[in-house]
């Protein structure tokens, strides 16, 4: 059963102050208190097979319990004022005590702030053919205080024996694997947001800028310990990331005359997280270090000389390498969106493109491909070869005949005295790329793509053809959704995001008729 309950009381004041201040206020309380019970039986053999009753048990029955209660107070308020029509200004605080976390650490307070003025109000600004000026600004702090390292389970914070094997039929518990901060104190994430709304042309043209900065820190993670100690992890505050972007919304309407009107709208964001600080005072958090973007991909490949080539053993396969190698960035570097509309007489007409240019992508489908002989590069005399039991195929790769290479702790070589000679060692195709799935090729593509997102001509029926019929209003029209793609990455739609062999992406055209009686 999962039970809630929410309370809230809430008081409201409003006030003019002449006609140029307006204030609005609201203070209030809430309560959210959730209850949650679980229990169930279950039995590993029946006595009567078919019969599906407790009572048909041929061994003794297991059960499980579950009880999860939690519980969170607030006291918040809101400030909003009004000057001269024109500047705003928005205050909010909240406090909260909730029962997730250690008494310590159980209430904690988070406020915001914004303001924004239109500029044209106050000044003429039609000589720069400005119709409108509205510039904004915001920061706000939120804290959550709920551990969400392993679920939304209430009594993360509190340390406790968990079920461990049945012996014999006697249950037994286990001290947990994981131990918790003490002090450990909910996760906090401080934003600032700053933009500008201006249009040009009485609205024809307008442009809606907005750059944002927001600093996570009293992160909570999970990180590993030695197994000596008799814990697996530790549940620990810090480190500290920093995500950053912008976007910009362009809308215009380069033609408008009595029966044609064109309609457009352009989107350009970009968006990336860093690393600002570790959990440890170190300086990288696993392989990213400190000022790096967060989504720098990292690779377990073969090793390479240092003109690119691969190395190759005496067995005329590859030799892995050592150390993770970064692949690139899996963020794009911006994304972008253009839809337009047409309306003519009764005609409309709709055509809209989108994509991301940037970043990679790791293609399983590609990998399969290629490790099942499925790929259209696999199909060539080597293949036939391995089918008939013929090894035949050299990788163009080059051979250590002497020599030695030091590396540092990043991988990188502090001192090389290899000789290399071409690779002269003939293997089997198939195995070739049943071990490798051909090693030339890291499986990371570029995601950079271009869609025709949806195409839409809908025709409305003109009332002098309904007048005289029970039909009100009519239209009729086709819709073609992911009509088009144009993409660097081989096989696969990038636009997922992902390539785990998904199910490929769908061309949808329909048709429409709307009739209103």
């Given at each position: 059963?999962?039970?809630?309950?929410?309370?809230?009381?809430?008081?409201?004041?409003?006030?003019?102050?002449?006609?140029?201040?307006?204030?609005?206020?609201?203070?209030?309380?809430?309560?959210?208190?959730?209850?949650?019970?679980?229990?169930?039986?279950?039995?590993?053999?029946?006595?009567?097979?078919?019969?599906?009753?407790?009572?048909?048990?041929?061994?003794?029955?297991?059960?499980?319990?579950?009880?999860?209660?939690?519980?969170?107070?607030?006291?918040?308020?809101?400030?909003?004022?009004?000057?001269?029509?024109?500047?705003?200004?928005?205050?909010?605080?909240?406090?909260?005590?909730?029962?997730?976390?250690?008494?310590?650490?159980?209430?904690?307070?988070?406020?915001?702030?914004?303001?924004?003025?239109?500029?044209?109000?106050?000044?003429?600004?039609?000589?720069?053919?400005?119709?409108?000026?509205?510039?904004?600004?915001?920061?706000?702090?939120?804290?959550?205080?709920?551990?969400?390292?392993?679920?939304?389970?209430?009594?993360?914070?509190?340390?406790?024996?968990?079920?461990?094997?049945?012996?014999?039929?006697?249950?037994?518990?286990?001290?947990?694997?994981?131990?918790?901060?003490?002090?450990?104190?909910?996760?906090?994430?401080?934003?600032?947001?700053?933009?500008?709304?201006?249009?040009?042309?009485?609205?024809?043209?307008?442009?809606?800028?907005?750059?944002?900065?927001?600093?996570?820190?009293?992160?909570?993670?999970?990180?590993?310990?030695?197994?000596?100690?008799?814990?697996?992890?530790?549940?620990?505050?810090?480190?500290?990331?920093?995500?950053?972007?912008?976007?910009?919304?362009?809308?215009?309407?380069?033609?408008?005359?009595?029966?044609?009107?064109?309609?457009?709208?352009?989107?350009?964001?970009?968006?990336?997280?860093?690393?600002?600080?570790?959990?440890?005072?170190?300086?990288?958090?696993?392989?990213?270090?400190?000022?790096?973007?967060?989504?720098?991909?990292?690779?377990?490949?073969?090793?390479?000389?240092?003109?690119?080539?691969?190395?190759?053993?005496?067995?005329?396969?590859?030799?892995?390498?050592?150390?993770?190698?970064?692949?690139?960035?899996?963020?794009?570097?911006?994304?972008?969106?253009?839809?337009?509309?047409?309306?003519?007489?009764?005609?409309?007409?709709?055509?809209?493109?989108?994509?991301?240019?940037?970043?990679?992508?790791?293609?399983?489908?590609?990998?399969?491909?290629?490790?099942?002989g499925t790929h259209p590069g696999t199909v060539n005399q080597f293949r036939d070869d391995a089918n008939a039991g013929i090894a035949s195929f050299i990788s163009p790769g080059l051979v250590v005949v002497e020599g030695t290479a030091e590396y540092d702790?990043?991988?990188?070589?502090?001192?090389?005295?290899?000789?290399?000679?071409?690779?002269?060692?003939?293997?089997?195709?198939?195995?070739?790329?049943?071990?490798?799935?051909?090693?030339?090729?890291?499986?990371?593509?570029?995601?950079?793509?271009?869609?025709?997102?949806?195409?839409?001509?809908?025709?409305?029926?003109?009332?002098?053809?309904?007048?005289?019929?029970?039909?009100?209003?009519?239209?009729?029209?086709?819709?073609?959704?992911?009509?088009?793609?144009?993409?660097?990455?081989?096989?696969?739609?990038?636009?997922?995001?992902?390539?785990?062999?998904?199910?490929?992406?769908?061309?949808?055209?329909?048709?429409?008729?709307?009739?209103?009686?």
């Amino acid at each position: 059963s999962n039970f809630n309950i929410n309370t809230d009381l809430l008081a409201q004041y409003k006030k003019s102050f002449g006609d140029n201040i307006g204030l609005r206020a609201s203070v209030g309380l809430a309560n959210r208190w959730r209850n949650f019970k679980n229990q169930s039986q279950n039995t590993d053999g029946l006595v009567i097979p078919g019969f599906y009753n407790l009572s048909n048990s041929a061994n003794p029955l297991r059960g499980t319990n579950s009880f999860q209660e939690e519980n969170v107070n607030s006291v918040f308020g809101t400030l909003d004022l009004e000057f001269y029509n024109g500047i705003f200004l928005g205050l909010t605080g909240r406090q909260d005590w909730v029962s997730t976390m250690p008494l310590q650490n159980n209430s904690f307070f988070y406020p915001s702030a914004s303001l924004a003025g239109v500029i044209t109000d106050f000044m003429d600004l039609s000589a720069a053919k400005i119709s409108f000026l509205k510039v904004r600004g915001s920061w706000s702090q939120v804290t959550d205080g709920q551990i969400k390292v392993n679920g939304t389970y209430p009594y993360q914070h509190i340390p406790g024996y968990d079920p461990g094997v049945n012996w014999g039929g006697t249950p037994s518990l286990q001290f947990p694997g994981t131990l918790i901060d003490p002090s450990i104190s909910p996760e906090t994430s401080e934003t600032f947001e700053a933009g500008v709304d201006i249009r040009f042309l009485n609205g024809k043209i307008g442009v809606d800028a907005a750059v944002y900065s927001i600093r996570d820190f009293n992160n909570i993670y999970q990180l590993p310990m030695s197994n000596s100690s008799g814990y697996t992890y530790r549940l620990v505050n810090g480190g500290e990331f920093l995500r950053k972007g912008f976007e910009i919304t362009v809308t215009a309407t380069p033609v408008k005359t009595n029966s044609f009107t064109w309609n457009v709208i352009a989107n350009y964001s970009q968006y990336h997280r860093y690393l600002k600080s570790s959990f440890d005072g170190s300086d990288r958090l696993g392989l990213i270090k400190v000022g790096e973007r967060m989504d720098q991909n990292y690779w377990y490949g073969y090793l390479r000389s240092p003109g690119g080539q691969l190395i190759l053993g005496a067995n005329g396969f590859p030799l892995s390498d050592p150390y993770q190698r970064p692949q690139g960035y899996s963020d794009p570097d911006f994304i972008f969106g253009i839809a337009n509309n047409f309306t003519y007489k009764n005609f409309t007409a709709g055509v809209s493109f989108d994509g991301r240019i940037g970043g990679v992508m790791y293609s399983t489908t590609n990998q399969k491909m290629w490790w099942g002989g499925t790929h259209p590069g696999t199909v060539n005399q080597f293949r036939d070869d391995a089918n008939a039991g013929i090894a035949s195929f050299i990788s163009p790769g080059l051979v250590v005949v002497e020599g030695t290479a030091e590396y540092d702790s990043d991988g990188n070589i502090v001192s090389d005295t290899r000789v290399y000679a071409p690779n002269v060692t003939p293997v089997n195709y198939i195995s070739w790329n049943t071990n490798t799935s051909n090693a030339d090729l890291t499986h990371y593509y570029n995601q950079s793509f271009v869609k025709l997102r949806e195409l839409t001509v809908m025709y409305q029926v003109p009332q002098s053809v309904l007048s005289k019929s029970f039909i009100t209003r009519a239209s009729i029209g086709v819709v073609g959704r992911n009509l088009a793609l144009w993409s660097k990455m081989p096989n696969v739609d990038p636009d997922s995001g992902s390539d785990n062999l998904q199910t490929p992406s769908t061309r949808n055209i329909g048709f429409n008729l709307n009739l209103t009686f």
